[in-house]
């Protein structure tokens, strides 16, 4: 029966990891791939884009019904942008329509469930994580002069977020959640998870709608082609990272 409970334990962490870094690494691709496009270089669209997929992907493990929340009101205020604007589809614009309806629906969750700042804690400790993940990548890859595909980036990444998350997320976040309040908590987290949701709104329909010239349409192919190898990338180092944290003795936390 022990043994069972082991396998069973390792079978779901291999799954929970896995899923949660395939989610990190599409966004990651994506994002990273974008601030290419938008002119980027060097070690800032790494940093940028492991910190923002970070984020995201902890408030969805660790504050699942917030990050739901927020997602949906994101969707939602996206196809109304949509809807009025027409063609004209800008990212500041679509994304805060969108973070503006995530913190409304956060306020009303956080009227209707009370509950602490744990969730906002959770966010910050991923979105610490990834900066940290992203410098140290950036760093090294930049002063050996290595070049590597998504998929190895998004692997790396996923696995030292995971490793620095699951490290910190006991001391950091159980200090932290009393700090903030849970009328704010729950506002910020969904606005942040609803601006994102509104920039891949973007990524997705703004980058593909207004393919004018030869350059549009190889920068959303450069966009578009990013998100496959990340995932795969996401999946295969949040499950590879999530097993061994287990076996090292660390007990990773289940999503709630």
């Known amino acids: 029966m022990r043994a069972k409970e082991k396998i069973a334990s390792m079978i779901t962490t291999l ?15 994506g994002l990273y791939q974008v601030l290419a496009v938008l002119g980027l270089a060097g070690r800032e669209p790494l940093i940028i884009a492991a910190a923002a997929a970070a984020m995201t992907t902890s408030a969805f493990y660790s504050a699942m019904p917030v990050a739901l929340m927020g997602a949906m009101a994101g969707v939602l205020a996206s196809i109304g942008y949509l809807i009025v604007s027409g063609h004209s589809v800008e990212l500041l614009w679509i994304a805060g329509t969108a973070g ?13 469930i009370t509950g602490g700042g744990r969730p906002l804690a959770e966010t910050l400790t991923g979105l610490i994580a990834g900066v940290l993940a992203g410098g140290i990548m950036a760093i090294v890859f930049s002063s050996l002069g290595i070049h590597s595909s998504m998929f190895v980036l998004s692997a790396g ?7 620095f998350f ?23 987290v969904a606005g942040l998870i609803a601006a994102v949701v509104g920039a891949s709104v973007w990524i997705v329909g703004g980058t593909t709608s207004s393919l004018l010239s030869s350059n ?13 190898p990340g995932f795969l990338g996401g999946m295969l180092g949040g499950a590879v990272t999530g097993v061994v944290l287990q076996i090292l003795g660390f007990r990773p936390e289940q999503p709630h």
């Open 15 to 29: 799954f929970i990891w896995g899923l949660a870094g395939a989610l990190f690494g599409a966004l990651f691709g």
């Open 100 to 112: 503006a309806g995530g913190i409304l629906a956060g306020v009303f969750y956080a009227w209707m």
């Open 157 to 163: 990444v996923v696995a030292l977020v995971g490793t």
């Open 166 to 188: 699951q490290v910190s997320e006991r001391w950091l976040v159980a200090r932290s959640a009393r700090w903030f309040p849970a009328v704010l908590s729950a506002p910020v």
């Open 216 to 228: 549009a349409q190889d920068s959303a192919n450069q966009i578009l082609s990013a998100v496959p």
